[in-house]
């Protein structure tokens, strides 16, 4: 008799430590962060036959559940959830997958219950979508995309460290009001500087000459400088509305250039070219002369620069007098993207170049 009211007070005890460690662990649950995670394919959720093989893999073959699963260090840091946006390889994104993206982001960040967004993509166009989402989401929550250089079976994949990375980066307070950022190989990009700089290394995203905005230390994220330029909540561009937007070329600038590729984007119904010249923005000669042509019939110029450093100022006057746009330090890709938003709202050159001079 005794021995089953010990075994009985026994059980009970137990029973009552479980229950005590249940609600600890739940109350350390609801004190954490909410974080979505959207997956949108590449690297990160690529499948390859071996783990050795870092080319020729299927981008995207993996759902973003696995993903979340294969990191359970995650839970520390953030409740999280996952939410598969489109399964692509980034070489693919397309002008319909920011749209829905972006209002999905805010349809999400408007729910007291989200505290941050993560995003999965894949590296070729990663900066692009940043941006992209940089000036059209309307929040000051943290706003994260991550990829990774190999697939999710390789023998040394960077994507499960990034992930976490993104995930406590999305999770810090000190990410807040910073605007869309970036973490991959334990380094925090602002999505208007940063670029990817390798074909294959692991630390291809650099931002030149701004450098990046921080650190994750031993996943501790640590800032040390942020952006001045409008983002985010203070952005004026809105895509709540938008079906589609205005189709913007970019034209590169050579030696031995034509007017070929400008005439025929203007043909095609370009709203918009982004001419990626030379040193200062400059143009050749018989790509100015179609440019300025192009102008006369309504299209916005801008010129941009293939140097990748520095920013695009006013130059030769016939620029000036041809009412060709200055892209600052915007890379073409990028300034793209803001002439796209830019003639969303207005086709007024002064109004469009102030965008360029803000954001």
Not at 117 to 133: R, S, W
Not at 179 to 191: S, T
Not at 200 to 218: C, H, M, Q, R, W
Not at 260 to 283: E, L, M, P, Q
Request: hydrophobic share 40%.
């Amino acid at each position: 008799m005794l021995k089953r009211q010990l075994l009985v007070a026994f059980m009970t005890l137990c029973m009552l430590t479980i229950g005590v460690q249940s609600v600890f662990a739940a109350e350390k649950s609801n004190d954490l962060p909410n974080i979505k995670i959207l997956a949108t394919g590449g690297t990160i959720a690529g499948s390859a036959n071996s783990n050795t093989q870092m080319t020729g893999y299927k981008a995207g073959a993996i759902g973003i559940q696995t993903l979340i699963d294969a990191v359970p260090q995650i839970k520390d840091y953030a409740n999280v959830s996952g939410e598969q946006v489109c399964k692509l390889d980034s070489k693919d994104m397309s002008n319909d997958v920011w749209l829905k993206l972006g209002k999905r982001i805010n349809e999400l960040l408007a729910d007291n219950s989200v505290d941050g967004i993560v995003i999965t993509h894949g590296t070729d166009t990663l900066e692009e979508t940043a941006y992209f989402l940089n000036l059209v989401v309307k929040s000051d929550k943290p706003v994260v995309i991550v990829g990774s250089m190999r697939p999710a079976t390789a023998i040394s994949a960077d994507g499960p460290l990034n992930l976490l990375n993104a995930v406590r980066v999305a999770s810090s307070k000190d990410s807040v009001g910073k605007g869309v950022l970036v973490a991959m190989n334990d380094e925090i990009n602002g999505a208007r500087d940063v670029t990817k700089t390798n074909t294959n290394n692991v630390a291809t995203f650099k931002s030149p000459e701004l450098g990046f905005l921080g650190y994750i230390n031993d996943g501790k994220v640590c800032f040390y400088r942020e952006s001045t330029r409008k983002h985010t909540a203070n952005s004026e561009f809105n895509v709540k509305h938008l079906n589609e937007l205005p189709y913007v070329k970019v034209v590169y600038g050579h030696a031995d250039d034509d007017r070929v590729f400008i005439d025929a984007a203007v043909a095609a119904g370009a709203k918009g070219i982004i001419y990626a010249g030379t040193g200062n923005g400059s143009i050749h000669k018989n790509a100015e002369a179609a440019l300025a042509d192009a102008t006369q019939k309504g299209v916005v110029v801008v010129r941009s620069s293939r140097v990748g450093n520095g920013t695009v100022i006013d130059a030769e006057q016939s620029y000036i007098d041809a009412h060709f746009l200055n892209g600052d330090s915007l890379n073409p890709q990028k300034a793209r993207i803001l002439l796209m938003l830019a003639l969303t709202k207005t086709d007024d050159l002064k109004e469009i170049q102030r965008m360029f001079n803000e954001y």
